[in-house]
């Protein structure tokens, strides 16, 4: 059987560049740490890591936004907590206030006492969060409320506070209105009031010693306070919203890292395992294919 020359040298070399192609790549592999050098080594592949990327991009704009929903809640939540004491103070001091021991002196002092919670209250309104906005601004305005200088107070601003996302159709208003948290409160005479201007009736009815008075405007004082309770409950249900979807957002990237962990990095002891041999086949291949190309017979193989 004749052997062409030129067909034992092409294959010879061919196998020797595919070893060592295939070595320089490994070698590649292990200094990177990465399989994949460009999109032609693995086509499918890179679209998943790209896909994967893109993900993870989002995925921290989420978080982000996440963290902040959690700090303006929790922010929200003090502040109303805060709220709800003075409130239940006002709430307390009314009941004392309709006791019919008390006389016109005891009930002025009350007022002395309410008036400086009312005044909290306004400064707890217009808190401001870390962004040095108000915290219970509504959609429009530049504060959440307004004190006259007569004591009445308005509600800045129309509109609900503006909602975050946090996931993939998934967003979270993270704080109310002033208007929500001390508006439209039910009265006791019917119609509505607001936590204010419950609090000036009262204040107003004590002064005056006005029994029949403080019995009603203590009751929108109650029902106020129980409206603060209200929204406090709506806030502390978001605030678990959030905390579900930041685990399920960690639990997603946790998923995706083990796939492009899979997909992208070298797995070190095996490219190593690997390398070894096929530098062990390159160097057998060499090795024979310089013993057989100084035969003297080969030079009589055609």
């Known amino acids: 059987m004749q052997v062409s020359t030129s067909h034992f040298y092409n294959s ?35 679209q998943r890591l790209t896909t994967i990327r893109q993900a993870d991009a989002d995925d921290e704009s989420y978080t982000s936004n996440i963290s902040l929903s959690k700090s303006l809640l929790q ?3 003090t502040t109303l907590g805060t709220i709800d004491a003075q ?7 009314a009941a004392q206030a309709n006791n019919g021991t008390l006389n016109a002196s005891d009930r002025k002092a009350i007022a002395v006492e309410l008036r400086g919670i009312r005044d909290q209250i306004v400064d707890l309104a217009n808190t401001t969060d870390a962004r040095g906005q108000p915290l219970f601004a509504a959609a429009s305005g530049d504060s959440a409320i307004t004190q006259a200088a007569d004591g009445t107070i308005s509600f800045s601003g129309t509109g609900t506070p503006a909602a975050i996302p946090i996931g ?10 002033a208007e929500r948290v001390f508006g ?14 419950a609090l000036n009736g009262l204040i107003a009815a004590l002064d005056s010693n006005d029994l029949a ?23 502390g249900a978001r605030a678990t919203r959030v905390d579900i979807e930041e685990s399920r ?34 160097q057998a291949t060499q090795a024979s294919f310089t013993k057989l190309s100084s035969l003297s017979l080969f030079n009589y193989l055609k």
Not at 17 to 36: E, F, M, P, V, W
Not at 87 to 93: G, I, K, S, T, V
Not at 168 to 177: A, C, I, K, L
Request: charged share 20%; no cysteine; proline share 2%.
């Open 249 to 282: 957002t960690k639990d997603a990237a946790t998923a995706r890292e083990i796939d492009r962990t899979a997909l992208e990095d070298t797995d070190i002891a095996a490219a190593i395992t690997d390398l070894q041999r096929t530098m062990t086949i390159l």
């Open 184 to 197: 439209e409160v039910p009265a006791s005479g019917g119609g509505t009031t607001d936590a204010f201007a």
């Open 87 to 93: 409130m239940q103070r006002a709430a307390e001091l």
């Open 12 to 46: 010879a070399t061919s196998l020797m560049q595919q070893l060592s192609q295939h070595a320089d790549t490994l070698n590649t592999q292990i200094a990177t740490g990465k399989k994949l050098a460009a999109p032609s080594d693995d086509v499918v592949a890179y």
């Open 213 to 235: 008075g403080i019995s009603r405007t203590g009751d929108d004082v109650q029902a106020s306070l129980k409206q603060v309770g209200t929204v406090r409950s709506s806030l």
């Open 75 to 77: 922010q929200s939540d």
């Open 168 to 177: 993939d159709g998934v967003v979270v208003q993270p704080t109310e209105s």
